[in-house]
């Protein structure tokens, strides 16, 4: 399957294309020191927009979102999994994607 919206890669090399909040909820919950300690999410076509989230040491995540055609760059930590999922999720629907018009991104974080 060839992903129609964006894909979530993990450092140990889990690839899910289009990943659902469920999906995203799995793959933040399954990182781990030392070897699968972020999730980068990036766009199917060549958007230069991008999310990730970094294990921290002390079991916190650090989220990252960057989108230049808004002039936005968020940088944040979280420690609640299930809404990092959701807020993720919501960011990622606000991403503009062909064939669908895109409104100005709200900040969830």
């Given amino acids: ?13 889990d690839h899910i294309d ?12 399954q990182l781990c020191h ?12 060549d958007s230069d927009w991008y999310a990730s989230i970094s294990l921290l040491d002390d079991g916190s995540y650090e ?14 930590t979280a420690t609640d999994v299930s809404r990092l999922a959701t807020d993720l999720t919501i960011w990622l629907a606000a991403r503009g994607y062909p064939g669908r018009p895109q409104a100005r991104p709200r900040d969830e974080f």
Avoid: C, Q
């Fill in 1 to 13: 399957m060839t992903a129609d919206y964006h894909t979530a890669d993990t450092e140990k090399g």
């Fill in 18 to 29: 289009d990943p659902s909040e469920d999906a995203l909820f799995m793959l933040i919950n």
């Fill in 34 to 45: 030392p070897d699968n300690t972020f999730v980068a999410i990036t766009p199917a076509d």
């Fill in 63 to 76: 989220v990252e979102r960057r989108d230049p055609r808004w002039r936005e760059h968020g940088l944040t």
